[in-house]
């Protein structure tokens, strides 16, 4: 770690030190489980967006996307089977957050993971929000109607014996698939999200209640979510945690931003030291029997593409669409960031400006709900 992000997390934890009762807001992505072994959706390379960018599909992000999904759910199949809660550990980072509510200094964790790492670390229900959902509860696409998670998983069962089964979950009132309740682009986010967070932003008005922020391994392009740091009320302390400098950090930096330019599992180990938490950090390091190995990562990716391959390769037809212009198309209609629909987008800051200037003259109509797309080459 570089020697001004160490003194960085240091000026963090001596902030929560100086101000006891002071909680914290943790807006989290996918950064915090890369260590756990779950692909990171967005990463160049090493992103599962970049592996499934090789397979056939119409574009990487056809498997959370809610149309692709109606007409081909097998795909989705296969992620979730990779993905589904229970195969994979919490990193220290999940621990550290663990900790905090330990403490009493945690407020709540706004969280883009569907892994629900948070409550695999002992973290109690009532501060998390799932901002893209969880595989918890599952819906019929058509009707809307509402089935436990067993419904889901038996199908998911059934498919991972017999990946050519095409029994998938479907409505006992309209026939309609049924899929987790994890946010696809073009969904709306559950309303809790939007509530907690209107009543999140209230106590950073009050100098007694005031907050401070924490945004952790997230690229912070995936709306509404990337917005949340902008939200943050200008007394409000905000910290970044993150390999690079992102979002609003980087668009519009306030004198008072703390940057920890490293890994969160690196960050927790210092913030946990310096707020005399290593003990019981190592004890939760123990109980979870975070010393063993990793998984190798890469392996795995490699395998799912091959079996996507395959899939794609019986199920495509020549309809499949040049996936540069839909990603040039979809680039122009990510303009209204504040709309609750989920959508990706490069960086705030570049996209409003490109937006701005671009009167589109093009038939989007279809793909008017999309996600906007990263150009990864
Ligand atoms: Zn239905």
């Given at each position: 770690m570089k020697n001004n992000s160490i003194e960085a997390a240091k000026k963090l934890a001596k902030l929560l030190q100086e101000n006891p009762k002071q909680k914290v807001i943790f807006l989290v992505g996918a950064g915090i489980s890369t260590s756990c072994g779950i692909p990171d959706f967005r990463s160049p390379e090493t992103g599962l967006y970049h592996n499934l960018s090789?397979?056939?599909?119409?574009?990487?992000e056809a498997v959370f996307d809610i149309d692709f999904f109606e007409e081909k759910p097998r795909p989705f199949y296969l992620l979730a089977s990779e993905?589904?809660?229970?195969k994979f550990k919490p990193s220290r980072f999940h621990l550290l957050l663990k900790l905090f509510q330990d403490n009493k200094r945690l407020q709540r964790i706004y969280t883009q993971?569907?892994?629900?790492l948070e409550r695999q670390a002992g973290i109690s229900q009532e501060y998390i929000i799932e901002a893209h959902g969880s595989f918890a509860e599952n819906h019929c696409i058509n009707c809307k109607k509402i089935f436990k998670m067993d419904v889901f998983k038996e199908h998911l069962n059934k498919y991972q014996k017999d990946?050519?089964?095409?029994n998938f979950a479907r409505c006992n009132s309209c026939n309609g698939l049924i899929k987790p309740n994890i946010v696809f682009f073009g969904e709306d986010l559950p309303k809790k999200f939007f509530t907690t967070w209107d009543s999140d932003l209230e106590t950073m008005s009050e100098k007694e209640t005031r907050p401070i922020v924490i945004v952790v391994g997230?690229?912070?392009?995936?709306?509404p979510f990337a917005n949340l740091p902008t939200d943050v009320q200008k007394d409000t302390t905000r910290a970044l945690i993150s390999r690079e400098i992102v979002g609003d950090f980087k668009v519009s930096p306030r004198k008072t931003d703390i940057i920890i330019e490293t890994n969160s599992d690196d960050a927790a180990d210092i913030i946990a030291r310096e707020l005399g938490w290593s003990k019981q950090l190592n004890n939760l390091i123990k109980e979870h029997d975070l010393l063993g190995t990793i998984p190798d990562v890469t392996e795995e990716l490699e395998s799912i593409s091959k079996d996507i391959g395959k899939l794609t390769i019986k199920?495509?037809?020549?309809?499949?669409?040049d996936p540069n212009s839909i990603s040039k198309e979809l680039d122009k209609l990510t303009i209204k960031n504040d709309i609750p629909k989920l959508k990706e987008n490069k960086s705030s800051g570049e996209n409003k400006k490109e937006n701005k200037s671009d009167t589109s003259t093009e038939d989007t109509t279809k793909d008017k709900n999309k996600p906007s797309k990263n150009d990864r080459t």
């Open positions: 090789k397979l056939n599909l119409p574009y990487a993905l589904y809660p229970g993971n569907i892994d629900t990946p050519s089964d095409k997230t690229s912070l392009t995936v709306y199920d495509d037809d020549s309809k499949a669409t």
